[in-house]
């Protein structure tokens, strides 16, 4: 890239990343290191790692100096980004110094904590599972990098035969794997992020993508500012940042979303500008069996189809969704276009639904009856939101049902092939799937004698203390329970350390050798750079360990067949290396050794990976990557594409080669409007809506302890509507208290603010844990994919009373 167009795409990047910190009058650096050279002059030392927080899987230039991380910039060799990064990456280094880092293990002592040793922190952790491994769980996370996961996958599944190990993806992407699933028979988006470069049309249906992807959104809004058309349209219940870059926004009614791909399609059928030949070629149809409907559904005819999507009239989904006659026939006239690239983008609106899984198959629906599918440019993709949800969650299949490399417990033939990888006995692997998110919290905060089966809980990487639903139901009832026992590893002290019973020092980011995987399947690789401060430790040795001192005790699950221990790792001689002990962890390259073990799995479901130096020498391969006749690894860009994906047959443009039908078909859904969970009537008359902003990562823990991320947001706030405010007689900053059936939260006022809602819906971020507001939302969910619905539920506001302002 020329040296014009890099400070240009520096501008827009920055311009759309970034704005609102600018505005708020914080300054941060842009990059003015050339770091890819390490110049030997220079006592700082430079090494890449992709960008801590967000699914987009920024790469970064790490500067370090004295052991610490003293610069950060962006990577210019990296694919993803460019060189460019948004004002979370500048300041991503920040998050390993706030004041407060945990770096000694802490163990309740009544309303205290004291500090004990490692050695006995870890005997506490594996006499509690020796003693009763099946009422033990383990609560991960989409930012485990992919051998944190593995680890803990082969430690609960292969180890302790128990299943009851989910991650909070769960909260995040499981409506994406579901909808992946009964349309494609296999998990993760098709097409990649240069989708983007070339779209003639972006939709981006309920995400905004200008705070959460930012720099990914910034590529489209580059293209934009050189002259390039592209049209931009947004539907939300909500204007944001990425509606102030729409050529149109269409406002629609929470669940609007499936009246409008549904519209779409009847539009399509009506019109007859359906793509006859991909209907033909490439597609069954399918619906929800009447009862007991089940994820594959049943084969319908295309007549039938027509049938049932004959009453999504343009009116009719203009009363279900809010939007106009006009713009829905806009819509279906834009995907009746076949010379147009269109491109679908979706991330928590979609997925965060009680109809997550049929949205989520609808939208693939819309493009495959319009054709727009298989081209550049032309496609339907999912954006993940965590670093790693893909990799560690989706690839390594750290949901209670799955097991890597996209099998399930649920299958003998993929137990057997588990089992064999793992050198374990046959009939090892349980099963029957163990607790879903919800309902392993349900369980754990469940007393015993009424039938609350988890008594121990281990939490790595999340704080569900803030960001499950109905806390009130699902996690705060733990203060009262005497007799469960929750383990927490973290970096810092959250809402959820605070009901902790043992909690955990970790070591974060390039403290530790690390790999992800993207939203667009790059895996990507990065050495520890500095130590980690006191004794916090790795999350992937912590498990190491307890599975170490549970083979000390005797446990039979932590040998294999041949009663080695299941982690054992080997260096160059083939002596075992004592991994478990802290001081010979990095003896060797653990993550390394795992990787090499996982990707044994990966060659399955056609989610190849290359080995591990590969991913040293790169800045992440997009999977499947298949080795070439000359020994190179090639990634793969557009999957079940003749052009590109390895694993089309000869001869075919398109190949769905994982069919749940077996004919290499796609299946296009049909599923009728369903209404919200909840709805605002008398009593609760507002839609409360949940998200996020730009500077903050999820909790807030990392992001609210770096100064200039912290300043340019302060606080959480609830926006509300001119209108509302007034007839409520609110005020502008004025704290009023939010309250659903669930519980209440406590806010300021913010009108006209970041995001606009529309008049009787409000909108609150959950970054801040002095303001919980999941004390208010709903823990509803999708059937399929257990995930809950944040987006939508019923509140009312109350004004706070005098006596209460006072103080
Ligand atoms: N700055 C920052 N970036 C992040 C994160 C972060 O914490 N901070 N987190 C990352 C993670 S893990 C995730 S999952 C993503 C989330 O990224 P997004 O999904 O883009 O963001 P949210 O703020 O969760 O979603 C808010 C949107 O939900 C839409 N919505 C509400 N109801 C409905 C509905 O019924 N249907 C549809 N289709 N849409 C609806 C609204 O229009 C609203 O704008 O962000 C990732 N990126
Ligand atoms: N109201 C509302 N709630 C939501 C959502 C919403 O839209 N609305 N979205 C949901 C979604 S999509 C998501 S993904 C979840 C995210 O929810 P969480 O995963 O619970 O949130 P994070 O703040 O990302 O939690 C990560 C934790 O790991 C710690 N940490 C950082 N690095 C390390 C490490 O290397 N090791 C260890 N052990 N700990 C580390 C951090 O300090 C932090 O406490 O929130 C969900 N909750
Ligand atoms: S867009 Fe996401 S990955 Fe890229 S710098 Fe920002 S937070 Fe990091
Ligand atoms: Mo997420």
């Known amino acids: 890239m020329d040296n014009t167009r890099r400070a240009f795409m520096k501008q827009a990047a920055m311009a759309a990343a970034t704005a609102a910190a600018a505005r708020s009058g914080s300054a941060f650096a842009l990059p003015v290191v050339d770091p890819t050279d390490n110049d030997a002059s220079s006592t700082i030392h430079w090494n890449k790692a992709p960008c801590r927080f967000c699914g987009t899987g920024c790469h970064v230039q790490v500067g370090v100096e004295e052991g610490r991380v003293v610069a950060v910039a962006g990577d210019k060799h990296a694919d993803v980004n460019k060189g460019l990064l948004c004002v979370k990456g500048y300041h991503v280094g920040g998050i390993l110094y706030g004041k407060d880092r945990l770096t000694k293990p802490l163990l309740r002592d009544g309303d205290s904590y004291k500090e004990i040793a490692w050695d006995e922190a870890i005997d506490i ?57 009964a349309t494609y028979g296999v998990d993760e988006p098709a097409g990649c992020y240069a989708d983007l470069d070339e779209c003639d049309v972006l939709i981006t249906w309920g995400n905004n993508p200008a705070e959460m992807h930012p720099v990914l959104f910034s590529r489209v809004i580059d293209r934009r500012s050189q002259g390039e058309k592209v049209r931009l349209i947004d539907i939300g219940t909500r204007r944001t940042r990425t509606t102030d870059a729409a050529n149109d926004f269409l406002l629609m009614k929470p669940h609007g979303d499936v009246a409008i791909a549904l519209g779409i399609m009847h539009l399509l059928i009506e019109n007859g500008t359906y793509d006859k030949k991909f209907v033909e070629n490439f597609v069954n149809f399918r619906a929800p069996e ?85 081209k550049p440019g032309d496609s339907p993709t999912s954006l993940t939101g965590q670093p790693s949800a893909c990799g560690t969650v989706r690839e390594v299949g750290t949901l209670s049902h799955a097991l890597p490399g996209g099998r399930v417990v649920a299958k003998e033939e993929h ?14 692997i ?17 007393p015993t004698d009424e039938g609350g089966d988890i008594d121990t809980l281990f939490v790595q990487v999340t704080n569900p203390g803030q960001t499950l639903p109905n806390l ?13 026992f929750l383990i927490v590893s973290d970096v810092y002290p959250t809402a959820t350390t605070q009901l902790a019973d043992l909690i955990l020092p970790a070591a974060m980011w390039v403290e530790k050798n690390g790999m992800v995987g993207n939203s667009e399947r790059r895996t990507q690789q990065w050495f520890k750079m500095v130590d980690p401060p006191g004794e916090a430790r790795d999350d992937c040795w912590q498990t190491i360990a307890i599975a170490h001192r549970l083979f000390e005790l005797g446990h039979e699950g932590m040998k294999d067949k041949d009663g080695k221990f299941i982690f054992a790792v080997y260096d160059d001689d083939g002596e075992e290396v004592p991994v478990w002990q802290w001081k010979h962890y990095y003896d060797v390259n653990v993550d390394k050794a795992l990787f090499e073990e996982y990707r044994k799995f990966t060659v399955m479901k056609h989610k190849n990976l290359a080995p591990y130096e590969e991913y040293v020498k790169a800045r992440g391969l997009r999977w499947p990557v298949v080795q070439q006749a000359d020994g190179s690894w090639r990634e793969t860009m557009f999957r079940f594409a003749g052009f590109d ?48 902003v730009l500077e903050h990562w999820h909790s807030g823990s990392m992001t609210r302890r770096v100064s200039q991320l912290n300043r340019a947001m302060p606080t959480a706030y609830i926006e509300v509507h001119p209108e509302d405010a007034s007839a409520l007689n609110i005020r502008q900053g004025e704290v009023v208290t939010v309250e659903s059936r669930r519980g209440t939260c406590d806010l300021p006022v913010w009108i006209n603010g970041r995001g606009q809602p529309p008049k009787g819906s409000i909108f609150v971020p959950f970054f801040d844990e002095t303001k919980l507001i999941n004390n208010v939302t709903l823990e509803a969910h999708d059937p399929f994919s257990k995930q809950p619905d944040y987006k939508k539920c019923a509140v009312r506001i109350r004004k706070q009373d005098a006596e209460v302002a006072k103080k």
Request: glycine fraction near 10%; aromatic fraction near 12%; charge should be negative.
């Open 645 to 692: 994906d390895p694993f089309v047959a000869e001869g075919k443009e398109i190949d769905f080669y994982h069919s749940v039908t077996g004919d290499g078909r796609g299946q296009v859904w049909f599923h009728d409007y369903q209404p919200p969970p909840e709805v605002p009537d008398d009593e609760y008359p507002l839609w409360l809506c949940t998200g996020r």
């Open 430 to 446: 349980n099963a029957t799937a163990g607790h879903h998110t919800v309902k392993m919290f349900d369980q754990f905060t469940k």
């Open 415 to 428: 137990r057997a092939q588990a089992e064999e990888i793992w050198n374990m006995p046959s009939g090892r």
């Open 290 to 374: 009447p009862e007991n409907p089940t994820l594959q559904g049943e084969a319908i005819s295309f007549d039938e189809y027509k049938k049932r999507i004959a009453k999504y009239t343009p009116e009719h989904v203009s009363e279900l969704s809010g939007l106009s006659v006009e713009q829905i026939r806009m819509l279906g006239e834009l995907f009746g276009d076949p010379k147009l690239k269109i491109t679908s983008l979706w991330c928590m609106g979609m997925n965060q639904h009680t109809m997550g899984t049929a949205i989520n198959s609808l939208v693939h629906g819309v493009h495959f009856l319009s054709g727009h599918f298989g």
């Open 472 to 484: 009130n139901l699902l996690f705060n009832d733990k203060a009262n329970l005497k007799d469960k």
């Open 125 to 181: 952790v594996a006499k509690r599972i020796m003693k009763s491994p099946n009422t033990f769980a383990f609560y991960g996370s989409g930012q485990w990098t992919i051998p944190e996961g593995y680890a803990a996958q082969k430690f609960m599944k292969g180890g302790l035969s128990n299943n009851h190990i989910d991650p909070n993806a769960r909260l995040c992407m499981a409506s994406a794997v579901t909808g992946f699933l």
